[in-house]
Nanobody, 126 residues
Framework: VQLQASGGGLVQAGGSLTLSCAASGLSIDDFAIGWFRQAPGKEREFVAAIVWSGTARRYADSVKGRFSISRDNTKNTVYLQMNSLKPEDTAVYYC????????????????????WGQGTLVTVSS
């Protein structure tokens, strides 16, 4: 089982990036998928999650209105569209599969995610 996160890079404040999370060895339509991020010296934090069908999404308050999570189950891939990026969005971004296909009260808690990608670095310059 592997989740491959990609699409990170260096962008100026106000810019946009789209991250991808490609799965192999599992069918992502069996799972809710989440994005987390970890900035230097900080704990890994929840960013966004999407239910298996794509019909429900959750976002951290810090990214609401700027980030959008989506999925294409035919491509076994989940995306994170990031707009209006800020320097404080600088972090390594990770995708992970939740233990359930739906989003319950555990969606923001990393210990309920089973498989993790290796992370992709997003750097936002001011």
């Amino acid at each position: 089982v592997q989740l491959q996160a990609s699409g990170g890079g260096l962008v100026q404040a106000g810019g946009s990036l789209t991250l991808s999370c490609a799965a192999s060895g599992l069918s992502i339509d069996d799972f809710a998928i989440g994005w987390f991020r970890q900035a230097p010296g900080k704990e890994r934090e929840f960013v966004a999650a999407i239910v298996w069908s794509g019909t429900a999404r959750r976002y951290a308050d810090s990214v609401k209105g700027r980030f959008s999570i989506s999925r294409d189950n035919t491509k076994n891939t989940v995306y994170l569209q990031m707009n209006s990026l800020k320097p404080e969005d600088t972090a390594v971004y990770y995708c992970a599969s939740h233990r359930h296909p739906y989003l319950d009260e555990t969606y923001y808690s990393r210990e309920f995610y089973t498989y993790w990608g290796q992370g992709t670095l997003v750097t936002v310059s001011s």
